[in-house]
């Protein structure tokens, strides 16, 4: 069961660079996030997209952008990395309706120079 | 906005000992989700709460949530190694959308 795979699993980047997270899930799930993780900070929402095609900013989307072209995959992207985007990145899927958990991938640490 | 404050921060306890994380909301709960975060990984699903008074329970863990649905607590009886990692709650205006979270409890475990 692989649930929600999330690549690269680490990355080294220059300020300025640009990559793309990859985030695929196999649950059939309509909803999928974007998630940051910072010491003391506990978890926050990038993106998230309530269905194909869709997207949608969370609370701290600047800097970064999404696509939902397929179900099963969720991007995001860094345009032009800058060191405050220096983080572990969580990516997430549930079902569409209802109190239903969100599913998590094991993250991306990613780092800025 | 809804705010998450979990305490403590960090926990440190004797192996066999039994502990409480809280979990405290700015606004009434209308689910709230424990995950627990192993060092280095991600985020695994626990227990969902919804109802007030409601409690649940696995293995070794309790969760409940006060019938204000303002608090929850999880408790862990006698506790083990394999119990250490970050304790995580997380809530959203409705359903499993747009959650918050809070900070985190990092549990450590000695032997």
């Known amino acids: 069961n692989a649930g929600v795979t999330q690549t690269p699993k680490f990355r080294v980047l220059k300020t300025g660079q640009s990559m793309t997270l990859l985030c695929a899930q196999d649950m059939n799930h309509e909803y999928m996030y974007w998630y940051r993780q910072d010491p003391g900070m506990g978890l926050r929402l990038i993106h998230y997209s309530v269905g194909e095609g869709t997207t949608a900013k969370g609370e701290v989307p600047d800097g970064y952008n999404v696509s939902r072209l397929k179900k099963q995959n969720f991007l995001l992207g860094l345009e032009s990395a800058a060191p405050s985007q220096t983080s572990v990145y969580f990516c997430?899927?549930?079902?569409?309706?209802?109190?239903?958990?969100?599913?998590f991938g094991d993250g991306t640490r990613l780092s800025i120079l | 906005s809804q705010e998450l404050e979990q305490s403590p921060q960090s926990l440190i306890v004797q192996e066999g000992k039994n502990l409480t994380i809280n979990c405290t909301s700015s606004k009434t709960l209308y689910g709230l989700y424990w995950y627990k975060q192993k060092y280095g990984e991600g985020l695994i699903f626990l227990m969902m709460l919804q109802k007030g008074g409601e409690e649940k329970s696995h293995e070794k863990i309790t969760a409940k949530l006060d019938e204000k649905k303002q608090q929850s607590s999880l408790h862990i009886t006698a506790s083990q190694p394999s119990h250490a990692g970050i304790y995580l709650c997380g809530a959203g205006p409705w359903g499993a959308q747009k959650l918050v979270f809070g900070q985190g409890t990092r549990l450590t475990i000695n032997p």
């Open positions: 997430a899927s549930s079902y569409e309706a209802g109190l239903q958990p969100q599913h």
